[in-house]
């Protein structure tokens, strides 16, 4: 069955920076775009960041352009997210989803495109 996992949440303090990994089984992974959402408490869930399949394009919400870096390594059927300078409001829980695009023209931002889901990972950013 397809499947993604993530891994790499914790506790943090401001400032702080962490990667977010999201390993892939069961699919080819190099034809799919990757994103990563979050949800906060009491909030809806909420697009963060997506790149293309084989890495050719990348998008971010503006919440966190500059902040944020989202990468892939299609040999180790792996992508990344690394957030620096974290602040309380990055509190959320931290989904990868795939959805299968072959042709790197975009990525989808609307979280009806995507697939394949993870469980998630808590992020928690607190002094």
């Known amino acids: 069955q397809s499947q993604v996992v993530e891994s790499g949440g914790a506790l943090v303090q401001p400032g702080g920076s962490l990667r977010l990994s999201c390993e892939a089984s069961?699919?080819?992974?190099?034809?799919?775009?990757v994103g990563w959402f979050r949800q906060a408490p009491g909030k809806e869930r909420e697009w963060v960041s997506c790149?293309?399949?084989?890495?050719?394009?990348?998008s971010y919400a503006d919440s966190v352009k500059g902040r944020f870096t989202i990468s892939r390594d299609d040999a180790k059927n792996r992508a990344y997210l690394q957030i620096d300078s974290l602040i309380p409001e990055d509190t959320a829980v931290y989904y990868c989803a795939a959805d299968w695009r072959p042709y790197p023209l975009i990525c989808p931002v609307v979280r009806g495109a995507y697939e394949i889901w993870g469980q998630g990972t808590q992020v928690t950013v607190s002094s």
């Open positions: 069961q699919f080819t992974f190099e034809n799919y775009a």
């Open positions: 790149i293309s399949s084989h890495g050719r394009t990348s």
